[in-house]
């Protein structure tokens, strides 16, 4: 039996559409691809910069406790800016072994509300110290680290690192996977409200330091664990969706 023209036509015309079909999900399939490997590349893309001083302190100030009070002032500063033009800057007095000026605090308190879920990510800020802000002892160095506290004010804070003077240090901590310096039993880093840079003398140090120390770009982003998860997820979603179709 001859097929008439109209039929074979029609069926021509399956064929392309068919063929038209699988080329738009070959493509969308090579996107989603592309798109995955991105996440998993540049899970910095996703981070949230909570504070970059660029409108004022932010909410930021000092601590004010007997034993922490190096840091006096918290100010909005364009004189250092890692991001931006401006940075938060505290001004310093930090003596060594002194009862009140061995160490000292930055920090900002959100609402109960804003509280923050920070399982699992990585937090990052940036610091500063001018200088002298080291102290005069190369063996024992001034330092600094990042802390958290919670809805019940118990602490979290994240490894010591030496101070660099006059170039930006990136401290960081991953909640969950960082060894913390201190913690206090009970700590829940899904409900924080309140973060910070601490400053203290090194152990032997000998110099007092006057002058500023600077904060900007406190971000937090997935781990790269999370951001695996999510390409992989995507890469899966998608491959359902396929085989759903097919
Ligand atoms: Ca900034």
Known sequence: MVKSLVVVKEEINQTILNFKKEEVKTIMMKYMVVIAAMLLVSGSAFGTTLYDFETGTEGWTFQNYTDSQAISTAAQSAAQALTGANSLVGTTHLVPGDAHFSKGELLVTRTQANKLNLGGLTASVGVFGPTGAAGTNPSSSNGWQMFF???NYKSWYGPWQNMVENSWTTLSST??????????????S???VTLGVKIGTGGSATGTYDGPVYVDDYTVVPEPASMLLLGSGLIGIFG???KKKA
């Open 149 to 151: 506290k919670d809805v």
């Open 175 to 188: 909640l969950g996977t960082t060894t913390p310096d201190f913690v206090d039993a009970g700590f829940d």
């Open 190 to 192: 899904t409900q924080v």
């Open 240 to 242: 359902f969706a396929r």
